[in-house]
T-cell receptor, first 109, second 114 residues
Framework: GQQVMQIPQYQHVQEGEDFTTYCNSSTTLSNIQWYKQRPGGHPVFLIQLVKSGEVKKQKRLTFQFGEAKKNSSLHITATQTTDVGTYFCAGPLAYQLIWGAGTKLIIKP | ETGVTQTPRHLVMGMTNKKSLKCEQHLGHNAMYWYKQSAKKPLELMFVYNFKEQTENNSVPSRFSPECPNSSHLFLHLHTLQPEDSALYLC?????????????FGSGTQLSVL
């Protein structure tokens, strides 16, 4: 069936290192959304990408939407402890929002 | 505070109990959703309501029964649940129903079925 695959499942980084999560769809998406869920919290909307090849930045976060509108990435530069959480992508497929399984960002002590 | 309030935050119930989850949104949105979040699985859409009419039932077992008396309130009635139903149940709302709509989530109800 139609899916949104997200990798990796976990990423352990030292504070100050970069972090990237990737999202791939089996079909072309009209848009893609990204959410962040802090430990013990609920998903919070970060951004929506609509255009082919679109790149948007929010401070240390860079979001990209692929040219074919089938993949997307979120890159965090110089991670901080406040970045800890699980990052989800979600794309509309068959009139529903289909979610990736999330990438958990863990900062090594 | 997201403008979407869920109660209770935690719920433990036996398989023969009946309980209800409540969600209220103060954002003036027209669409409301129930999602199930289990460990290591993607969020699963359960139900969608638009202007208090159910528009989506994602093959959810009948032991989950939603109710939407108005655009601001959403309930999930639970009865004879199974241990595999233990999960975080999230309510969300959006301005309108649509795949490009931004979702606002409540804090969720962590449900444990014994």
């Amino acid at each position: 069936g139609q899916q949104v695959m997200q990798i990796p499942q976990y990423q352990h980084v030292q504070e100050g290192e970069d972090f990237t999560t990737y999202c791939n769809s089996s079909t072309t998406l009209s848009n893609i959304q990204w959410y962040k869920q802090r430990p013990g919290g609920h998903p919070v909307f970060l951004i929506q990408l609509v255009k082919s090849g679109e790149v948007k930045k929010q401070k240390r976060l860079t979001f990209q939407f692929g040219e074919a509108k089938k993949n997307s990435s979120l890159h965090i530069t110089a991670t901080q402890t406040t970045d800890v959480g699980t990052y989800f992508c979600a794309g509309p497929l068959a009139y529903q929002l289909i979610w990736g399984a999330g990438t958990k960002l863990i900062i090594k002590p | 505070e997201t403008g979407v309030t869920q109660t209770p935050r935690h719920l433990v119930m036996g398989m023969t109990n009946k309980k209800s989850l409540k969600c209220e949104q103060h954002l003036g949105h027209n669409a409301m959703y129930w999602y199930k979040q289990s460990a290591k699985k993607p969020l699963e859409l359960m139900f969608v309501y638009n202007f208090k009419e159910q528009t989506e039932n994602n093959s959810v077992p009948s032991r989950f029964s939603p109710e939407c008396p108005n655009s601001s309130h959403l309930f999930l009635h639970l009865h004879t649940l199974q241990p595999e139903d233990s999960a975080l149940y999230l309510c969300a709302s959006s301005q309108d129903e649509g795949n490009d709509e931004k979702l606002f989530f409540g804090s969720g109800t962590q449900l444990s079925v014994l």
